[in-house]
């Protein structure tokens, strides 16, 4: 009697469980191709699936792919637990994707995600350029994968649903926080890769500072500490601060300690305000005041409205912005 298994069986064919599962008892929901392959690795092995498993096999499953930048963000970390719970409730199969790797670029991730033959895609990363887009359009029309952009956006588009916050918003009123304030020299903290998110978080603290009057100051660094820690020591040596907006807490919370470092006071000399209100956030000391971006509630949102999608119901508002809020801490005067 053959020993082999069905996870024997998907990883010999290359394709996921949900795939042989469909090639046995569905064949018409698999490429010909890809059955005939699935069927000679079966009959290769020997496989023979046995009652629990033909029960199992026999139920309706539901394999969604989940697109992620990496998995070091403590944001993603509690975005995927939003999208696990409802996946959960739906009795969903996650497949993981991560693309921080060198070796593999995200074209080919998409393409193992097309191969894969899920039933549908969150897809995390907040780095979209037009080529990435369209190749996204592609996996939606031609392989009618449905698509859910989670916590990310493309301008001037709403083909694909999207779930985030409005981010410009987020980025003016978080500013203008720091103007009332009577901090005249306020810089935006970003990252030297351009992500459209951040794009957004941008033009709401330019909005805010022309609205002031005030000279608008980006700086770009790494949202690696060992980066922009000697960054940070470098570029204040001969800029004079009294505000920083950092478009990440993990940022925000790096330059307080550089700043502390250096025998300067935060709020009293340096107001610091952060975003997403992270684990960092309430970690950090002084604990940081920061844009409060619902991120749980982003994922769970998402799974919401690609399960319509792949149920084929109608989507009344493809971009959904869910309510974001200022949490006012120890890094800034007016709490």
Known sequence: MSKATIYDVAGA??????????????????KPETRERVLRVIEELGYKPNAFAKGLASRKSTTVAVLVPDMSRASIAEMMNGIADIARVYKYSILLYILDNEETSEEDVLKEVVAAQVDGMLYLNDEITKKQYDFLMTMRDEYKIPIVLTNTLYPDSD??????IDYEKAGYEITKKLVEEGRKNIFMVSTVRRYMVNDQKEQGYLRAMQEA???????????????NTEHFNEYFKNHKVD??????????????NVARANHVKIPEDISVAGFQNTKYAMLARPTLTCVDVPIYDIGAVSMRVLTKVMNQEEVEEPTVMLDHDIISRNTTLNK
């Open 243 to 256: 505000g920083v907006v950092a478009v990440r807490d993990s940022i925000a919370v790096s330059f307080m």
């Open 213 to 227: 009057s005030l000279e608008p100051r980006i700086m770009r660094t790494s949202g690696r500490i060992s980066i």
């Open 13 to 30: 064919a290359r394709v996921s469980l949900a795939t042989v599962s469909r090639a046995i008892n569905n064949p018409e929901k698999v």
């Open 159 to 164: 083909e694909i649903p999207s779930v985030s």
